[in-house]
Structures are given as structure tokens and as C-alpha cells.
């Protein structure tokens, strides 16, 4: 057991540490994500670079489950139809919620929910459909309720989905991106990626019913390999460990141009794309 | 009817009897020092990758975390899936379930594909080890599955202790809330000798095997088993020197990690 001697003069962030490892045995220190306390010392509970901001002491591991906060945009799937709600896979500790209250109705028809909306909420969402939506609040033991309470959220259709690690999606001021390959992107700070056939906004709010279709808009062989090159573009990003942003992933999209979709994967061209786009993203600051 | 009639049609076995003779030799791995060449306290080189499994899946299936290891023969492979949601859905804690499996080719004989009641324990005394050094409070109603499966195996105590030291390395690969890693190691009574990390041959030459599971920065065992018979005095001496082999193991696996996070 390693314990520094004089914890004032070592400075002790940026430290590689590994479960177990003492940190700090400062009574000064207050002990953040990552790490745990006894007998006064503060333990580290991951692998990971020890992180410090003033007094506040945290281990950030490498590869971390999504923890959500109030306010993300996240894209989950439905495990599960339960009473006057549904239980929604969010690549989290423990599923989120999604609470009958806090959808729109078709239409937009403000009401409270009755009994007759309870029994069709299959008609909503069943069990493996995807919804893109927003963290509402926690529950007391810190599962997230989501809601879809706007347009732009609901059931997502006409794409494929991407899994990412969710400490490369940042969280930031837009999630819903039309690419100018015309692709629409949905990054979900959860790690799950929704790349889909650009739908125009008029279109859905025209057609009231639209928002729970489960049927597909017609998709063309031209708009299916763009949306799979946006797809593994993606992966590639992922893979080499590169922030998913609209810029990295417009700039892969271009970038990739010269080689075919399934060849984006193959792990030279991958490496290639992603020291150009990190290359790229750092020119730009 | 007399009594020299012989009876033609089977074949008769002869009149008199013999006691077939044993070799008295019996085949002593340790006649001269180790099969291979080791001091008796020394452990098996160890290899170790993590993540080895991670990015072979584009869906969510593919695992959270994942170790590759090596200790001599013996090859082990583990799978981290979670936390994620569990099945009680109202549990203060989160709860660690193992899934332990010898794959079909990786003994001496034919293993079978469907799990047998050994592979069961063997899980079961995985769970115990490990799940002390897991911070399950941390994860309210959530699961941790951990998957194991032996590739290769040279030594049963040596292999469940190549198991439990694999999925300390994925758990840490996971990114999971641990107290400590967990280091295992195991050792063989020949004679009056105790002898580290036995190999299959040298562990049916023995007389009794020891299994420690421990947390070393903590300096706390989790999981201690023994088959044989041994006086206390024995017994304590193996569990300390056990100990003081698990905490060179945990070396080698906190090194491995911090290299890779560098």
C-alpha cells in the first residue's frame, strides 16, 4: 500500500491510479466520483487518471457506463410496457422511465391520460422501438424519467442506430443534426446514435399521425449507402477513440469519399480517416 | 460323466491364478526440482490484455469489459456485461452473477458443451471471491454479469485462480466501482512441501491443494479453499506464503493497467 507522504507538496492529479490505490491521506480533500474513503484516506474505486478541482478529488476512468443528468438528450430503446408507463434501455446502470404523463399525444391534443390511453400504449411505444427523448428528472434511487414532450422528440424510424462510448458525445447546445450529405443524425449523450433518411419537420408536423408510424418512408439503394457510410463513420470515430460531433462526422463523411462503405472499417483505412479528422478537428481549434 | 471331460466351446482361463505385478516406481514430477524448471515459490509468467472482446460487436451486445490471461498453459477469457438493469427490480444493492465454463477442448479429456455441476461451483466460488471487492451498494438495482471461459487449463486450482485474477482485470477494464482488485493464487502439498501455482501433473502428485483469494491494498482474503489434509501449522504457513504470492500477482495486473491507460 502506497501512500504519499506529503500529499501538500505532490501534486497529486494527473496520477495513473488503479482500484485500490491510495490517493490521498489529506483530511483536507473531499472525495468525488470514482473513489471511496476509510480511515480518513481516500481510495481510488477505478483505473483511471486522478482529476482535481480545488479540494474536490475524482478518479475518471477510461470506459465509464452513461450517467445522466438532467436536461441530456439521449436515445433509448424500450425493454419493456409497464402500468401508465415504459421501461427504456438507456446503455445506463439501471433503465430509465418514460411515464405515459410525459408524452405528446398524436396531434398535439393537450388532455390528461385516461384509462382508454392506458390500454393502448402499445400503439405508442412497443416493446424494441426507439425513442429519442429528454432526461426530465431522477427517481429517489437515481433511475432517469425521460420525457417526449416536443416535436422533435418521439419514435424514431427510417435508420439504423450506432452504439458509441458515451464519454466521446459531448454534451452541446443542438443533438439533432441534418448533415449536408442529407442524412439526419441524433446524438444521444447516452452513446446511442441514430443515423436516419432526412425527413422534413414540415412533413411530420403535417401529419399528426406520423409520429408513432412504425412504417418506413420509402428509402432508396443511393440514400441506404449514405446512411451506412454515416453509420460507419461513426463506428470508425468510436473505435479509434475520436469525439462524435457534427463537424468530426461531416468531416469522416468527406474525407471517406475515395474508398467504399464496407472498406471504412478495415483497420488501416480507419486509422488513416481518424488521424485526418483528428488532425482536422485540432486545426480548428 | 467323469471328471476330465473339458468343456470346447468357451475359452477356459487358466487353472492357476496370479496377482499381476505392480510397478513400484510411481511417476514423481518432482524427482528432480519442476517439470519446468521453476523454483518451487515461483509462479507461472503471466500475460494479460484487456478489452480484447470489446469492439467486436457494432450493436449493444458487445460487453462492457473484457480480459484476456495467461499464466503459463492455462488461458482464460472474460466478459463483463453491466451494470445494467437487473432482474429484482427493487434491490438496495446490485448484484454479481458468474458464468464459468471449461470449453470443450480445453483439458486433457473432452470437456462437455452443456455446463456440468463442477463448472457450477466453480462459478459460485468465483461470485464469492469476487463479489466482496465489488462496490455494490453503488449500483442500486442494477446487474453485473462477468462470463467466463477457460480456453485452456493446466492445474484445477491454478486455472480458478487464473479465472478470478481474469475477471479483476475486466472489472477494472469496465470502468466498475471495486474496493481492490482481487488476486488469486493457488499451491500444492508435496510431502512436506509446499509448492506454487501447480501444473495438472503436479497437482495429481499432491496431497493437498490451497486456493487464496485475496485483495491485497485492503489486506483482506476473500475466498480461501482447501481439499487434503494438512496440520494448522501447514495450513497457516501456505496462506501466508499464498498471500504474499497474490499481492506479486496484483502487481503484475495493476502494472498492466496502468500501462494501459498511459
Not at chain 1, 482500484?19 to 483511471?48: C, L
Not at chain 1, 486522478?50 to 436515445?75: A, H, M
Not at chain 1, 430503446?77 to 408524452?103: F, P
Not at chain 2, 479465472?163 to 510431502?191: K, P, Q, R, T, W
Request: proline share 4%; net charge negative.
Amino acid at each position: 500500500m502506497e501512500i504519499d507522504e506529503a500529499p501538500q507538496k505532490v501534486d497529486i492529479a494527473a496520477r495513473i491510479v488503479t482500484p485500490g490505490t491510495a490517493i490521498t491521506n489529506d483530511p483536507a480533500f473531499m472525495r468525488g466520483h470514482g473513489t471511496f474513503s476509510e480511515h480518513d484516506t481516500i481510495y481510488s474505486s477505478v483505473a483511471g487518471v486522478v482529476e482535481r478541482i480545488n479540494k474536490l478529488v475524482s478518479v475518471r476512468p477510461l470506459k465509464q457506463r452513461y450517467s445522466g443528468e438532467i436536461g441530456d438528450i439521449i436515445v433509448g430503446r424500450i425493454t419493456e410496457v409497464a402500468s401508465k408507463r415504459w421501461r427504456v434501455d438507456v446503455n445506463s446502470r439501471q433503465d430509465g422511465v418514460l411515464l405515459l404523463s410525459s408524452i405528446n399525444l398524436p396531434g398535439g391534443i393537450q388532455r390528461r391520460k385516461s384509462e382508454s390511453d392506458e390500454l393502448q400504449m402499445r400503439t405508442f411505444f412497443a416493446e424494441g422501438d426507439l425513442v429519442f427523448a429528454e432526461v426530465q428528472s431522477y427517481f429517489a434511487d437515481g433511475a432517469l424519467s425521460l420525457h417526449t414532450r416536443s416535436i422533435q422528440y418521439g419514435k424514431l424510424r427510417n435508420g439504423t442506430l450506432v452504439t458509441a462510448f458515451p464519454q466521446l458525445v459531448p454534451r452541446s447546445r443542438s443533438h439533432f443534426h441534418t448533415l449536408p450529405c442529407g442524412v439526419d443524425v441524433v446524438l444521444g449523450v447516452n452513446g446511442y446514435i441514430w443515423v436516419s433518411k432526412h425527413v422534413p419537420a414540415s412533413k411530420v408536423e403535417a401529419n399528426a399521425e406520423l409520429i408513432y408510424s412504425d412504417k418506413n418512408e420509402p428509402i432508396s439503394d443511393d440514400e441506404r449507402e449514405v446512411i451506412a457510410r454515416v453509420a460507419n463513420c461513426i463506428q470508425l470515430l468510436n473505435r479509434m477513440y475520436v469525439k462524435i460531433t457534427d463537424t468530426s462526422i461531416i468531416f469522416a463523411y468527406d474525407a471517406s469519399v475515395a474508398h467504399p462503405v464496407k472498406d471504412l472499417l478495415k483497420h488501416d483505412v480507419a486509422v488513416e480517416l481518424a488521424h485526418n479528422v483528428m488532425a482536422y478537428l485540432e486545426q480548428q481549434g | 460323466m467323469s471328471h476330465n471331460v473339458v468343456d470346447r466351446r468357451r475359452i477356459n482361463g487358466p487353472q492357476r491364478s496370479v496377482e499381476p505385478v505392480y510397478t513400484t516406481k510411481v511417476l514423481d514430477p518432482f524427482a528432480t526440482g519442476r517439470l519446468d524448471e521453476r523454483a518451487l515459490d515461483q509462479v507461472r509468467p503471466i500475460f494479460i490484455k484487456t478489452g480484447p472482446l470489446d469492439a467486436q460487436s457494432l450493436s449493444a451486445a458487445a460487453p462492457s469489459g473484457s480480459a484476456y490471461y495467461e499464466q503459463g498453459k492455462i488461458r482464460v477469457s472474460c466478459a463483463i456485461y453491466g451494470p445494467r438493469q437487473g432482474r429484482k427490480s427493487n434491490a438496495r444493492m446490485g448484484s454479481f452473477d458468474c458464468d464459468f465454463k471449461y470449453a470443450p477442448f480445453s483439458c486433457s479429456w473432452k470437456r462437455s458443451h452443456m455446463k456440468t455441476s463442477d463448472e457450477k461451483e466453480i462459478a459460485l466460488m468465483l461470485e464469492h471471491s469476487i463479489a466482496p471487492a465489488i462496490r455494490l451498494e453503488s449500483y442500486p438495482k442494477a446487474s453485473i454479469d462477468a462470463f467466463v471461459t477457460v480456453i485452456e487449463s493446466d492445474g484445477k486450482a491454478a486455472t480458478i485462480a487464473a479465472a478470478i485474477n481474469c475477471i479483476s482485470a475486466a472489472l477494472a477494464d469496465a470502468g466498475i466501482e471495486l474496493y481492490d482488485s482481487v488476486a488469486a493464487c493457488s499451491m500444492a502439498l508435496h510431502g512436506e512441501q509446499w509448492v506454487s501455482d501447480c501444473s495438472q501433473a503436479e497437482e495429481n502428485a499432491s496431497t493437498c491443494s490451497l486456493l487464496v483469494a485475496r485483495m491485497p491494498s485492503a489486506d483482506e482474503i476473500t475466498y480461501l479453499l482447501q481439499h487434503g489434509k494438512t496440520t494448522p501449522e501447514q495450513t497457516q504457513q501456505a496462506i501466508q506464503t499464498c498471500a504474499n504470492d497474490c499481492t506479486r500477482v496484483y502487481a503484475v495486473i495493476c502494472r498492466y493497467l496502468q500501462a494501459t491507460l498511459e
